[in-house]
C-alpha cells in the first residue's frame, strides 16, 4: 500500500506522570508527519494492543469483578469459577483482555495445527476454495479448554510482554526515524 507506520506498543503509555502518554502520542504523530514531509510517502501511528491499555484508564475492576467476567468468557469451554480463580491469581494486575487473549491463544495453536494437518498453508486455498464438487471441506474441531492450556498461553504472553518492556520494542521499528 505504500503507507510507512510509525508503531508504538500501549503499554509504553503506561506512565506515572500526568501528560507523558499524550506527549508520547504527539511526538509520534509529529515522526509520521516527518515522514509524509521528507520521504513524500503516507504514514500512519499504529499503537498495538490499545484496547488492553484502555481498560487501564478510570475505575478499575475489583478481584471478584474480574472473576466475574472472566467466568463468562470461559463458561462455554466448562472452565469452573474455582479454576477462572487459580488462573486470575497466577496472572495478577492484568487487564481483562489478557485473559481473552489467553482463550485466543489456544485456538491459534489449534488452526495451526490444522492449517499443516490439511497441507499446510500453501495449500490452504486449493483445499478451501478450489475443491471438487463433491470433495467435502476439512472440518476444524475447535480446541478444548483446559486450565493447564490458558496457564501455557499466559506464560507465554509473559514472556511477551516483558521482552516488550525491557526491549522498548516499538524503538525497533523506528530506529531509523529521529524523534
Not at 491469581?89 to 494437518?117: E, H
Request: include cysteine.
Amino acid at each position: 500500500m505504500g503507507i510507512e507506520p510509525v508503531i508504538m506498543s500501549a503499554g509504553e503509555l503506561e506512565s506515572e506522570r500526568a501528560g507523558e502518554p499524550g506527549k508520547l502520542i504527539r511526538e509520534r504523530y509529529r515522526t509520521a508527519s516527518q515522514v509524509v514531509q521528507n520521504q513524500g510517502k503516507m504514514s500512519c501511528l499504529m499503537i498495538n494492543d490499545i484496547d488492553a491499555g484502555l481498560g487501564r484508564f478510570g475505575e478499575q475492576p475489583n478481584l471478584e469483578d474480574i472473576v466475574n467476567i472472566v467466568h463468562r468468557m470461559y463458561e462455554k469451554d466448562g472452565i469452573s469459577k474455582d479454576e477462572v480463580i487459580s488462573i486470575v491469581n497466577k496472572f495478577p494486575n492484568q487487564a481483562l483482555d489478557f485473559y481473552g487473549a489467553l482463550r485466543s491463544r489456544t485456538y491459534d495453536r489449534s488452526i495451526s495445527k490444522w492449517v499443516d494437518d490439511i497441507g499446510g498453508v500453501e495449500n490452504l486455498g486449493d483445499k478451501l476454495l478450489k475443491r471438487r464438487k463433491n470433495e467435502k471441506l476439512p472440518v476444524f474441531t475447535p480446541p478444548k479448554q483446559t486450565v493447564e492450556a490458558l496457564l501455557e498461553s499466559g506464560y507465554s504472553l509473559l514472556k511477551e510482554q516483558q521482552l516488550i518492556m525491557e526491549t522498548r520494542l516499538s524503538k525497533e521499528y523506528m530506529k531509523n526515524i529521529d524523534d
